[in-house]
């Protein structure tokens, strides 16, 4: 297969997905699995993704699973896509990711969301604190005093200064911190507090003016001395597009059924592909890159230059381990990316 070099890095995105028929054991399996291919096939970072009271999605806790992939994998960045803020204490998240960057130095990152993960009922049932809603404005205060934990920033006649102290050290350091997004607001935040932002365009398809807005926000930080964009696309790459768009089919039963309302295991593709047929839902509206690796090399090429991102990170459901593989390593080798031998 020819291949050139890659303009840009190449990461994933893994929501763990569990295949109708399948369990838990075996969806978290296969993303082990599928992190120490990514990283023999030379992708740069690997990240897990929070979604909570799914029957499909077996990712519930990220900080459980990046140990795990960090000490199954040689080289890659492994981080959350993300950690849902406002579910937790800022301090918890500082332990918990200090932690993480001794166990793996230099390889792990933090990645930040403001959603839920999860419906309200669901986000109301993971407060400790169940006597008053949470209130959904105070994402950039907790952020901030996140970063203060994880740089020792905390003023000294701060309530929690002595805590910055505590945590976890070693030679990982503090983990490289990332912001999640797809709204106005996330960028600005990103931009302001001078962090590396993620777009999820998987999700927001039309978020192109974000990346205009996070650098026109941006401020130099010890953490980002310029802009950090990176933007994660959703990608199946196959023999040809036919195939590609076979495979895409369970994950557009899912989504037709999601807006209803409704949470599935991932149907097989055969299922899918008979439901589609008996109950035509309108085109996914947000951007989908199918096709064989010519294909999907040249959209993404698109999408980044759309965007400006100098990293997009690939994310798919599929009920197929195998396609899973395929579709990450036709991608790797079109691009040209550095296999470990």
């Known amino acids: 297969m020819e291949s050139m070099t890659a303009p840009f890095r190449l990461s994933v995105l893994d929501q763990s997905p569990i295949a109708a028929g399948a369990t838990a054991a075996t969806a978290l399996a296969n993303t082990l699995d599928l992190a120490r291919t990514a990283d023999a096939l030379g992708y740069h970072r690997y990240w897990l993704a929070e979604h909570h009271a799914s029957p499909g999605l077996a990712g519930a806790a990220p900080e459980a699973l990046i140990g795990p992939v960090a000490l199954a994998t040689e080289?890659?960045?492994?981080?959350?896509?993300?950690?849902?803020?406002?579910?937790?204490?800022p301090f918890k998240v500082a332990e918990t990711f200090r932690l993480l960057g001794a166990l793996a130095p230099g390889r792990i990152d933090l990645g930040l969301g403001r959603a839920p993960g999860s419906d309200q009922r669901t986000a109301y049932a993971l407060q400790r604190d169940r006597?008053?809603?949470?209130?959904?404005?105070?994402?950039?205060?907790?952020?901030?005093?996140?970063?203060?934990?994880?740089?020792?920033?905390?003023?000294?006649?701060?309530?929690?200064?002595?805590?910055?102290e505590t945590l976890p050290g070693g030679t990982g350091g503090s983990p490289d911190v990332w912001l999640l997004g797809s709204s106005p607001d996330s960028a600005r935040w990103a931009g302001e507090l001078g962090l590396p932002y993620c777009i999820a365009d998987f999700i927001n398809s039309g978020a192109a003016p974000l990346a205009n807005s996070y650098r026109a926000h941006f401020r130099p930080s010890p953490r980002c001395a310029e802009p950090r964009l990176m933007v994660a696309v959703w990608t199946i790459a196959a023999t040809d597009r036919a195939e590609a768009e076979r495979l895409a089919a369970p994950s557009r039963m899912m989504f037709a059924h999601l807006v209803r309302g409704e949470l599935i295991a991932v149907p097989a593709v055969a299922d899918a592909l008979q439901w589609l047929a008996a109950n035509p839902v309108p085109d996914r509206p947000r951007r989908t890159v199918l096709g064989d690796g010519a294909a999907v090399r040249a959209e993404l090429e698109e999408v980044a230059a759309l965007y400006g991102a100098e990293e997009l990170m690939l994310v798919n459901i599929l009920p197929d381990h195998a396609a899973r593989r395929r579709s990450y390593k036709i991608v790797a080798e079109t691009f040209g990316l550095p296999a470990r031998v």
């Open 131 to 164: 006597s008053r809603r949470m209130p959904s404005d105070d994402f950039p205060e907790a952020l901030v005093e996140l970063l203060a934990y994880l740089d020792r920033g905390l003023p000294a006649d701060h309530a929690f200064a002595p805590l910055q």
């Open 75 to 89: 080289r890659i960045r492994v981080g959350s896509g993300g950690i849902m803020l406002p579910h937790y204490s």
